[in-house]
T-cell receptor, first 114, second 114 residues
Framework: DAGVIQSPRHEVTEMGQEVTLRCKPI?????LFWYRQTMMRGLELLIY????????DSGMPEDRFSAKMPNASFSTLKIQPSEPRDSAVYFC????????????FGPGTRLLVL | AQSVTQPDIHITVSEGASLELRCNYS??????LFWYVQSPGQGLQLLLK??????LVQGIKGFEAEFKRSQSSFNLRKPSVHWSDAAEYFC????????????FGKGTMLLVSP
């Protein structure tokens, strides 16, 4: 299996621009998670889906952030408009299910907003 | 709500020496417990997990962890550290009774000196 695939791996953009991060989970996995990692705040869970349905988006920092999962093999995290404080590494992870299931992480997207 | 504390932000160990990384959790019952490792520029990878049964858990790369209910701890150990073990290590807890996901600690950065 190819594992969790994220694109792009690196993104540099200017403040105010729209940013779209993409994730392909492991085939057969029913749960998908978006995390953000910064030096100051560590690893934060932004939102997670189960069977393509958003379960908890309480970690999404602001309305500028949105996430979708139109089908079992694809998810996006969008920031519009982006701000310098959004600079971070964004991880996608997938698992067979919630709770006790092991989460498999993608390599991350390193975002820099100038 | 569950929480995880990793009291050591950085630890430096000589190559060949033993290692113990601390993890304490707060939860009303016995949670599910995990250790993940993150190499530079990579996503998180599962080292080991505890659900129930034997309180000493063996993982990959020669790591083990021991669940101690009385101390609410799940410390990670390795008898002899290799330079390739230099990475950041995350402890995480899951709620066995709920429809929820993992809570991660802030991480401990392991440095290995020659």
């Amino acid at each position: 299996d190819a594992g969790v695939i994220q694109s792009p791996r690196h993104e540099v953009t200017e403040m105010g621009q729209e940013v779209t991060l993409r994730c392909k989970p492991i085939s057969g996995h029913n749960s998908l998670f978006w995390y953000r990692q910064t030096m100051m705040r560590g690893l934060e869970l932004l939102i997670y889906f189960n069977n393509n349905v958003p379960i908890d988006d309480s970690g999404m920092p602001e309305d500028r952030f949105s996430a979708k999962m139109p089908n079992a093999s694809f998810s996006t995290l969008k920031i519009q408009p982006s701000e310098p404080r959004d600079s971070a590494v964004y991880f996608c992870a997938s698992s067979l299910g919630l709770n006790q299931e092991t989460q498999y992480f993608g390599p991350g997207t390193r975002l820099l907003v100038l | 709500a569950q929480s995880v504390t990793q009291p050591d932000i950085h630890i430096t160990v000589s190559e060949g020496a033993s290692l113990e990384l601390r993890c304490n959790y707060s939860y009303g019952a016995t949670p599910y417990l995990f250790w993940y490792v993150q190499s530079p520029g990579q996503g998180l990878q599962l080292l080991l997990k505890y659900f129930s049964g034997d309180t000493l858990v063996q993982g990959i790369k020669g790591f083990e962890a021991e669940f101690k209910r009385s101390q609410s701890s799940f410390n990670l150990r390795k008898p002899s550290v290799h330079w390739s073990d230099a990475a950041e290590y995350f402890c995480a807890v899951g709620d066995p009774s709920g429809y929820s996901t993992l809570t991660f600690g802030k991480g401990t950065m392991l440095l290995v000196s020659p």
